[in-house]
């Protein structure tokens, strides 16, 4: 089994940054790409960015570009979220997720997923 522990949420006035992290940790994974998504309570999980593991090229959301990074750090097993300029509509749990194909923003083809962070942005 793989697992993916997330941290770095709390709670942020709007403008101003947090930085995610997610430890992947467990089986030997073939890991293709690596992404985070997002929930906002009563709306439907969201893709916010990917990259994939190997090349570090990135895929991300048009609602965060220009606002969020995703990056990698293979040595730590570790994908991050910079996330600035936050406004209160990125209000959500932050969830990581792991794929062992060229998943992109398409959860289905995710193969596991953490426990998720909560973001709160106060305006």
């Known amino acids: 089994q793989v697992q993916l522990v997330e941290s770095g949420g709390g709670l942020v006035q709007a403008g101003g940054s947090l930085r995610l992290s997610c430890v992947a940790s467990?089986?030997?994974?073939?890991?293709?790409?690596m992404g985070w998504f997002r929930q906002a309570p009563g709306k439907e999980r969201e893709f916010v960015a990917s990259?994939?593991?190997?090349?570090?090229?990135?895929y991300v959301a048009d609602s965060v570009k220009g606002r969020f990074t995703i990056s990698r750090d293979s040595a730590k097993d570790t994908v991050y979220l910079q996330m600035n300029s936050l406004k209160p509509e990125d209000t959500a749990v932050y969830y990581c997720?792991?794929?062992?194909?060229?998943?992109?923003?398409?959860?289905?083809?995710?193969?596991?997923w953490g426990q998720g962070t909560q973001v709160t942005v106060s305006s």
């Open positions: 990259i994939r593991w190997n090349s570090g090229s990135t």
């Open positions: 467990g089986r030997t994974f073939s890991r293709n790409t």
């Open positions: 997720a792991a794929s062992s194909v060229a998943a992109y923003g398409m959860d289905y083809k995710y193969d596991y």
